[in-house]
């Protein structure tokens, strides 16, 4: 079995700081992409940033030069540090993994619980 479990969301002022973490565990083999989304209620969720298992990453226009994503292939952990946040980045945001269990498997998408993170203006 694979856990994805996120940590560091929380309330935050405009202009703040966070950062998210999130861990892998279980029986894992490899991890190939990972990414964070961020979900609104009513709203689709959507993809905020993604690292590839080479450290290629990409993220949405939204928040380009103001988040980072980076990950310690060693822990199975994935970090998205947040910086000068806004209002409109107050969301739930999900931890994805594309992760295979066995040599001999292909890899599977996994989502994190999510956690809360709002920013008051």
């Known amino acids: 079995q694979v856990q994805l479990v996120e940590s560091g969301g929380g309330l935050v002022q405009a202009g703040g700081s966070l950062r998210l973490s999130c861990a892998a565990s279980g029986s894992i083999f490899s991890i190939n992409d990972i990414a964070w989304h961020r979900q609104t209620p009513g709203n689709q969720r959507e993809l905020v940033a993604v690292i590839t298992s080479g450290g290629i990453t990409n ?42 269990r066995l040599p001999w498997t292909g890899y599977i998408a996994y989502w994190g619980q999510g956690i809360q993170v709002t920013v008051s203006s």
Do not use: G, H, W
Not at 69 to 93: G, W
């Open 59 to 100: 993220y949405a226009d939204s928040v380009k030069d103001r988040f980072t994503i980076s990950r310690d292939n060693a822990k199975n952990t994935v970090y998205l540090q947040m910086s000068s946040l806004k209002p409109e980045d107050t969301a739930v945001y999900y931890c994805y993994a594309q992760i295979k």
